[in-house]
T-cell receptor, first 115, second 108 residues
């Protein structure tokens, strides 16, 4: 049972380059999330998708775009990478049923360095 | 979303009980309280969730007083492997917001 799978695990980009971080879950969850975590800090929500076909901004959406490709997949795109986007990126999913947000499952993270 | 306040860090020794208190004075009627654990270089992992009184599972207990303005995560008989960051989340919608968390260090 894979859970939440993120690719790639590591990436180095030059300033101005673009890339897409991929995330897929096999738990039939409705909700999916993208977070970033800077050294010594908590997780900050970039974007989330409460259900297939919907996406919403989180706390730090600037410089990012997302696509909820289908129920399984939620991708994060950096159009023009900047050094300030150097971080560890986590994707997560949760059942998202009813009004209670129950247990969320996280991927192993993508370590992104922008030089 | 309700704002949460937790201690930045706590130290403990193996075999002791660790209690982490989270303050959430403006918790809403429909909000639930959820705790996550994060080890270095890993994503957070769900520990426990509750609405009121006490919830217990195989990993931890969660104590919530009647006014629900705070909650306490209790980790019984900790081991070195419990060294991690613990996050308290309060909310009722699909948005999961993490604060800075509490770094718990367990020493031998």
């Amino acid at each position: 049972n894979a859970g939440v799978t993120q690719t790639p695990k590591f990436q180095v980009l030059k300033t101005g380059q673009s890339m897409t971080l991929q995330c897929a879950q096999d738990m039939n969850h409705n909700s999916m999330y993208w977070y970033r975590q800077d050294p010594g800090m908590g997780l900050r929500l970039i974007y989330y998708s409460a259900s297939e076909g919907t996406t919403d901004k989180g706390e730090v959406p600037n410089g990012y775009n997302v696509s909820r490709l289908n129920k399984r997949e939620f991708s994060l795109r950096l159009e023009s990478a900047a050094p300030s986007q150097t971080s560890v990126y986590f994707c997560a999913s949760s059942p998202g049923q009813g009004t209670v947000n129950t247990e969320a499952f996280f991927g192993q993270g993508t370590r992104l360095t922008v030089v | 979303l309700a704002k949460t306040t937790q201690p930045i860090s706590m130290d403990s020794y193996e075999g002791q009980e660790v209690n982490i208190t989270c303050s959430h004075n403006n918790i809403a009627t429909n909000d639930y309280i959820t705790w996550y654990q994060q080890f270095p270089s890993q994503g957070p992992r769900f520990i426990i969730q509750g609405y009121k009184t006490k919830v217990t599972n195989e990993v931890a207990s969660l104590f919530i007083p009647a006014d629900r303005k705070s909650s306490t995560l209790s980790l019984p008989r900790v081991s070195l492997s419990d060294t991690a960051v613990y996050y308290c989340l309060v909310g009722n919608d699909y948005k999961l917001s993490f604060g800075a968390g509490t770094t718990v260090t367990v020493r031998a």
